[in-house]
Nanobody
Framework: QVQLVESGGGLVQAGGSLRLSCGASGINANSEIMGWYRQTPGKQREFVAR????????AYRHSVKGRFSISRDSTKNTVYLQMNSLQLEDTGVYFC???????WGQGTQVTVSS
C-alpha cells in the first residue's frame, strides 16, 4: 500500500519559516517526480513546487521562487519543502504528490498570521 505522509505544518508569523516533510512508503520515491500543491477554501488546488526524478531538478510557482526550496533525501524516501519568508497568502493545506503513480498525501495545514 502506497502512502505519502506529510508533516511539519503549523502556525507561523509572517516572515517566519517552516519545513514540510513528505515521507513515502510502498514506492521508491526516487523514481517519482514529487512535489507539493496547496489549497485554500474556495480556491482550486495550485502547484507550489516539484522535484524531478532525474537530476533532482526543481521547479516552483512564480510567487514562491527565492523563498521556497524543495529537496529530496533518497536515503529516507522523503521530500522536503523549506519555506522561508512566509507570507499571509501562503496559508493553505499543503499536499504532497508523486507522479507518474498519481499518489497524494492527506495534507498538512500551514497558517501564516500577521
Amino acid at each position: 500500500q502506497v502512502q505519502l505522509v506529510e508533516s511539519g505544518g503549523g502556525l507561523v508569523q509572517a516572515g517566519g519559516s517552516l519545513r514540510l516533510s513528505c515521507g513515502a512508503s510502498g514506492i521508491n520515491a526516487n523514481s517519482e517526480i514529487m512535489g507539493w500543491y496547496r489549497q485554500t477554501p474556495g480556491k482550486q488546488r495550485e502547484f507550489v513546487a516539484r522535484i524531478s526524478n532525474i537530476g533532482n531538478t526543481p521547479a516552483y510557482r512564480h510567487s514562491v521562487k527565492g523563498r521556497f526550496s524543495i529537496s529530496r533525501d533518497s536515503t529516507k524516501n522523503t521530500v522536503y519543502l523549506q519555506m522561508n519568508s512566509l507570507q499571509l497568502e501562503d496559508t493553505g493545506v499543503y499536499f504532497c504528490y508523486a507522479v507518474p503513480g498519481d499518489y497524494w498525501g492527506q495534507g498538512t495545514q500551514v497558517t501564516v498570521s500577521s
